[in-house]
């Protein structure tokens, strides 16, 4: 990651800047974030934990990182158990879908043995 951001054109010494190329100081970071905060509904949460949570759900449930990579990612130290507690399991909608895709796939390789058995040969691919 540190290397793709040390690849882009850069027009500051910092990664997020105001329309005047400024960085953000911490009073406009916290007017910008409640602005936001207040219009989604997701009450009094700071920007470091909103984003640290929404990093440690996203590499569990959509990355499907490992928990004891996403907790050296997050700094901690017990293997993934915090992650495992306060992330997994997975979001439901995505264990289904999972499931789902695990059953497809069992079933696409269950009819092409029964095909390959009651012919003795492989069926042509197309």
């Known amino acids: 990651m540190a290397e ?21 100081t911490p009073s406009s970071r916290t ?13 009094n949460v700071s920007l470091y934990l909103a984003t640290r949570h ?7 449930n959509v990355l499907d990182l490992p928990p004891h990579v996403i907790a050296l990612q997050l700094g901690h130290d017990d ?14 909608a995505i264990a289904r879908e999972r499931t ?10 269950s009819t092409f043995a029964r095909l390959r058995r009651s012919t003795g040969r492989v069926a042509p691919t197309t």
Do not use: K
């Open 79 to 92: 293997g993934g158990q915090l992650v495992r507690e306060l992330y997994g399991p997975p979001d439901a």
């Open 4 to 24: 793709c951001l040390r690849s882009l054109p850069r027009e500051s010494e910092w990664v997020f800047t105001t329309l005047r190329g400024t960085h953000y």
């Open 31 to 43: 007017f910008h974030w409640s602005r936001v905060r207040t219009a989604v509904g997701i009450g």
């Open 100 to 109: 789902r895709a695990a059953f497809r796939s069992v079933a696409s390789v």
């Open 54 to 60: 929404y990093f440690g759900w996203y590499a569990l």
